[in-house]
């Protein structure tokens, strides 16, 4: 999914970088906003440290018109808004001259740009999530409202449907950036459009030629410190070697599994999330364990109380293989799989090389069914 957080909320509305030498002592931006009577405020705001800081604002006049000035001596997102519903986001630096036009009252799907490239690559890839948000929302109520029906096929599949549009979606905007990938905008939007953790080679092979391209980018740089962590662990690689305490005694070592397909399941007795999970990958153990090469489970719990471990073990129906050190979040397999939140899996192939992150309820059966026939 795309996911950056500061990013989730305001990635529908976005807008450019410019190569556009007109204004080369400074930034400028104008143009005519409908339903903008004289006065309305447009702010701007610049990112920085993970926070919009306003750095200007401008008002309209009788017919909509604004223009904004500023300086950015290296390429920057900014954020011009009207409201909390209608706002974009802009590349900014010293050389934009941009033309922005739309309407302040759906402004996220009705504003164009002129003056750059990659303003409307921007445009593009806003137009592609809004594309699908109505849809999205609905799928949202109908899950809801099937879940407090208790109607558990109806929800399996809607999630299905959701999937379906996100895979869609991530489609397009991958080929969206594959096709600017040298460009600033292209190392912007790679780390804001996409999750790294679920689409870590694709990113990274862009990280790769900004490194090049744009060695001193702000972008550049942080895309290179959010993937660093996560290269232990992206799919294709060999997974870290685990070897705990099991609940008897004694330690299990994760390679010793080798030979089947192994999900390896970070939770913990107190995690709800985990909790509720838990029917489902019982239910993916017992379909699958006998089938193919086999399917075994590999659980590391977090927690930090023996008794509480194991109870929750027994009460859940755990019938497969479980190590801790009772070290909670400062256990040493949570850090070596960069571990941040639970429930989290990685699930190997008989080789112990990761193939998949993070599948649940349906994905997971799906996955598995896969590969194992």
Known sequence: MIKSVFLAATVLGLANACQNAVAADGY????????????????????????????????????????????????????????????????????????????AKSLPTTYSVKG????????????????SKAQLEDIGKRYNAAGQAGKADEMKTIEQEYYAIQGRNTAKVKSLIRRNASSVVGGFAV???????????????????????NPNSPFTKDLTARLEPLRAT???????????????????????????????????SWCGPCRQENPNVVKAYNQFKDKGKGFTI???SLDQDKGKWEKAIAADGLTWHHVSDLAGWNSVAGTAYGVKAI???????????????????????AKLAEVLK
């Open 28 to 103: 400028e931006i104008s143009g005519q906003l409908k339903n903008a009577p004289a006065g309305t405020v447009l702010h701007l705001s610049e990112l920085a440290s993970n926070q919009f800081v306003e750095r200007s604002q401008a008002k309209t006049d009788a017919s909509g018109n604004f223009t904004i000035k500023g300086a950015s001596s290296t390429p920057g997102i900014f954020q011009l808004k009207v409201d909390e519903a209608n706002q974009v986001l802009l590349l900014l630096d010293n050389k934009t001259h941009l033309q922005l036009n739309g309407d």
């Open 116 to 131: 750059s490239k990659d303003a409307e690559v921007l445009r593009q890839l806003t137009q592609v999530m809004q594309g």
């Open 191 to 213: 780390g804001a459009f996409l999750n790294p953790d679920e689409e870590f080679q694709f990113v990274d092979s862009v990280a790769a030629v900004q490194r090049k391209a």
């Open 234 to 268: 992206a799919a294709g690689t060999q997974a870290p070697e685990i070897n705990l305490a099991t609940p008897a005694g004694g330690t299990l070592a994760l390679s010793s599994l080798r030979g089947k397909y192994v999900l390896i399941d970070f939770w913990a």
């Open 298 to 300: 590999y659980s590391v």
């Open 343 to 365: 429930p989290q899996s990685f699930l190997l192939d008989p080789e112990g090389k990761i193939i998949a992150k993070n599948l649940r309820g349906e994905a997971l059966t």
